[in-house]
């Protein structure tokens, strides 16, 4: 989205200074409304909302609030916090819950990432008490260093009502009631308590107490039942089903039970195209079902069951119902189910609205549920029920903008299906923010290091397998394909960091080919565990450390590479080839006519767009070129010492064709085609291995009908006794032509004169050796057929 449309879906067209941070947006996490937040700051600086003399409001301290007031301050507005805790963050602060930034996001690349990956209130995965604690650190050192950033604690909002174009807040404070005028008010006071009926209030989901806890049970069969269908029921169920659960290590434990990419393959047909709240649970068996029997997953699920307890688990629609909550949560209870039914562990399914809760002397009961469909009228020792906050009470004080907002917001996210995604930090988000904070809260001894650092990070690609995925991933605030396709014209130099092995990228040489044809501008650096083969690829390759990149996880796109490499080369020979043109000479040629390089760029610049067309054919025309020994494709190495010698070819081969015509061709051998069918050879090789082309002295050896050689001036191809020629003797079991020996341009004196010299004698030379190749095969020919 751009910054028009993300403010669009922040305010109600009837407030325009009024903005929300989520609150109906399905899907939401800590980590997603950090990052709603840091988008909303910048698209309200970025279009220029905010004017110097405005004062702005953000209500509720909680993970986008805190997030968005930092946010605002680093880009130079005024801004107060209000809450009604005495700290930023209190509902998670002591909490031994986990908080995990990308788990939800599952099969998302990069959702196992333990950091969260921002460049303003960053974090990394822990308890509720652990994450809370390092972010007040973090906020407290940014409060502290801006003087235009205010926490008022201790604050809670009564009144928001508009004053001429401000808007008026009440808050009540330790002292009374105050009123404050601000331009601008950013509503981020959560999602309220969980919705309560009648005798059950629900504890919160962070409360440290919440019941489905990992001890043991004191009487065995205690009786168990958690209502709803989203992440937190799901995440309930699966707590009070494993033993001793903990939700990440759980997860990777899950994940690493499944050698390939089966899973995810299977999460793609069953959600991709799956409607909101559509039923899936069919396509769970269908598609996930024999996957976890054909490796095993049942069986190795079911020692991890707890026993000690009786599961009810009941849902208003269906209990998998797509979009409600995460897909990896929908796959691991499904699991769970199906290997408690194979260990004979009963798990009660009900379904219905809960009505309302009853206390009884054995329990609690729930009104409006059924067991298939006779109602169900058992009690329950414990009942968690987890039917989502109770928004609207929770924005009380606001509640005629709240209506207005989800009036606004209800067809929008219908329409624009895009909008309910997870949010993803941009790159021009992050750096802005990075740099700013940097600049403003890192302290004076550590700010140029920091900026350093951040610089140089922007220029590290890693390429790794993704362990949620089992894919290929590269990091980086770059593309690989984007690196590669500036190669040796980048402005810094960038490093790429491999963690796999050379066998597990298909473009390993090419990436190889990509360093060495930069010119210094890509470093290629190998992970230890994986640096012994690239070094048979790459003598000397640096070696890169651990990975450290927080950018978004994207597939890894190798397939630019080669062509981009073969781009860098065709640059590298245009300059050559330009240079010549300019200075009348070339080394080792020497001199050449002005007429000559005159036709000689004509063709070039013709040719260039020809190869630029066709990478194909481009990469086989240049493979010949720089290398004759072709038995397995041998494409240009990335040397750059060889590149003088190719320019030197192509000099040759497009003054040739100003009096034989060629064409760049795709053929087994050579690379140029002429006359009818005939093949040439155009290289600046000057080497087979460790020995001369001029071993090469028999014609099908070559395997073509002409050599242009600007390397070498001592190729000589004769026909061998038994060839067929004039008054030669044919034999009897010959039946057909056999080749002799090609046309030869090479940098021998002959040539070098006449590229020196007239150009209608370097036709005339050139129109002589293909005349007399033409000659010695009509004599052949001729024979044969005698």
Same mark, same amino acid.
């Given at each position: 989205? !751009? ?635 990335? !040397? ?147």
């Amino acid at each position: 989205m !751009d910054h028009v449309d993300l403010i669009n879906a922040s305010q109600t067209p009837s407030a325009k200074a009024v903005y929300f941070v989520g609150p109906f947006h399905p899907r939401i996490t800590f980590y997603s409304q950090q990052v709603r937040a840091l988008r909303l700051a910048q698209a309200m600086h970025g279009l220029d909302l905010v004017k110097a003399s405005h004062q702005i409001a953000v209500v509720g301290a909680g993970a986008a609030g805190s997030t968005l007031a930092c946010a605002l301050a680093l880009l130079d507005k005024q801004v107060t916090l209000y809450d009604p805790a005495s700290q930023i963050l209190q509902l998670q602060s002591a909490s031994s819950r986990l908080l995990h930034p990308h788990i939800y996001e599952w099969p998302t690349r990069g959702s196992l990432d333990d950091r969260a990956g921002l460049p303003v209130m960053d974090w990394s995965a822990g308890t509720g008490g652990i994450v809370c604690n390092a972010l007040r650190g973090e906020f407290s050192k940014i409060d502290v260093s801006l003087p235009n950033l205010t926490f008022r604690p201790s604050h809670k909002l009564v009144e928001i009502a508009p004053s001429g174009a401000a808007w008026q807040l009440t808050f009540g404070a330790p002292d009374g009631l105050q009123n404050r005028i601000f331009q601008h008010v950013v509503l981020a006071m959560g999602f309220g308590d969980e919705r309560s009926s009648g005798d059950v209030v629900p504890e919160d989901y962070w409360r440290p107490g919440s019941v489905g806890t990992s001890a043991t049970e004191p009487v065995s069969g205690a009786s168990y039942i958690v209502s709803g269908n989203g992440d937190g029921a799901l995440t309930e169920t699966l707590g009070l089903l494993v033993d001793g659960f903990e939700h990440v290590s759980f997860t990777r434990c899950f994940l690493g039970l499944f050698p390939g990419d089966e899973l995810r393959i299977a999460a793609d047909i069953i959600f991709t195209g799956a409607a909101f709240e559509q039923d899936i649970e069919v396509s769970l068996r269908t598609n996930l079902l024999p996957i976890l029997e054909m490796h095993s997953v049942l069986d190795r699920l079911r020692p991890m069951l707890r026993k000690d307890r009786v599961v009810t688990i009941n849902s208003s629609g269906p209990l998998f119902a797509a979009g409600r909550a995460s897909q990896l949560n929908h796959c691991m209870v499904f699991a769970l189910l199906e290997a408690a039914r194979g260990e004979g562990v009963t798990v009660q399914r009900t379904r219905g609205s809960v009505k309302d809760t009853k206390k009884t002397t054995a329990g609690t009961a729930l009104v409006g549920i059924s067991l298939g469909t006779t109602p169900y009228v058992g009690s329950f020792k414990h009942v968690v029920l987890r039917h989502g906050p109770d928004i609207e009470n929770r924005y009380a004080p606001a509640a005629t903008l709240l209506a207005d907002y989800k009036a606004h917001l209800t067809p929008l996210l219908a329409a624009t299906p895009g909008l309910a995604a997870p949010p993803v930090l941009d790159e021009a988000t992050f750096e802005l923010f990075e740099e700013l904070r940097i600049q403003k809260i890192a302290d004076y001894a550590s700010k140029q290091q920091q900026l350093v650092q951040a610089d140089e990070a922007k220029r590290i690609v890693e390429i790794l397998v993704d362990p949620a995925a089992h894919v290929l991933i590269e990091r980086g605030s770059q593309k690989l394909a984007e690196v590669a396709l500036a190669c040796e014209q980048l402005p810094k130099r960038v490093t790429i960091d491999i963690h796999v092995l050379p066998n597990q990228l298909p473009e390993a040489i090419d990436l190889v080919r990509l360093t060495r044809g930069s010119a210094g501008k890509i470093d290629l650096r190998a992970y230890p565990a994986v640096s012994t083969e690239w070094t048979k690829l790459l003598p000397g390759i640096g070696t890169a450390p651990a990975p450290t990149s927080v950018r978004a996880a994207q597939d890894y796109d190798g397939a630019q590479i080669m062509p981009s490499v073969d781009a860098c080369l065709m640059r590298a020979l245009d300059g050559r080839v330009q240079q010549a043109i300019a200075q009348g000479q070339t080394p080792p040629l020497g001199k050449l006519s002005a007429p000559l390089l005159a036709e000689v760029g004509k063709a070039w610049n013709s040719w260039q767009q020809i190869l630029d067309a066709n990478h194909t054919l481009r990469f086989d025309f240049l493979r010949w070129l720089a290398q004759v020994d072709q038995q397995a494709i041998s494409p240009w190495d990335g !040397d750059y010492g060889s590149i003088q010698r190719m320019a030197n070819a192509l000099i040759m081969i497009m003054a040739a064709h100003c009096q034989q015509p060629f064409a760049p061709i795709s053929v087994e051998r050579g690379n140029l085609s002429f006359a009818t069918d005939a093949v040439a050879l155009g290289t600046g090789c000057e080497v087979i291995g460790s020995d001369p082309i001029s071993i090469r002295t028999e014609p099908d050896d070559w395997g073509v009908d002409a050599l242009i050689l600007s390397a070498s001036g001592e190729v000589d191809v004769r026909n061998p006794a038994g060839r067929v020629l004039d008054g030669g003797t044919i034999g009897t079991t010959m039946r057909a032509a056999r080749r002799v020996s090609p046309a030869i341009i090479q940098n021998t004196g002959y040539w070098r004169t006449r590229l020196a010299g007239d150009l209608a004698q370097w036709k005339e030379a050139v129109a002589e050796e293909f005349a007399a190749l033409r000659q010695r095969q009509d004599d052949q020919l001729n024979g044969v057929s005698k």
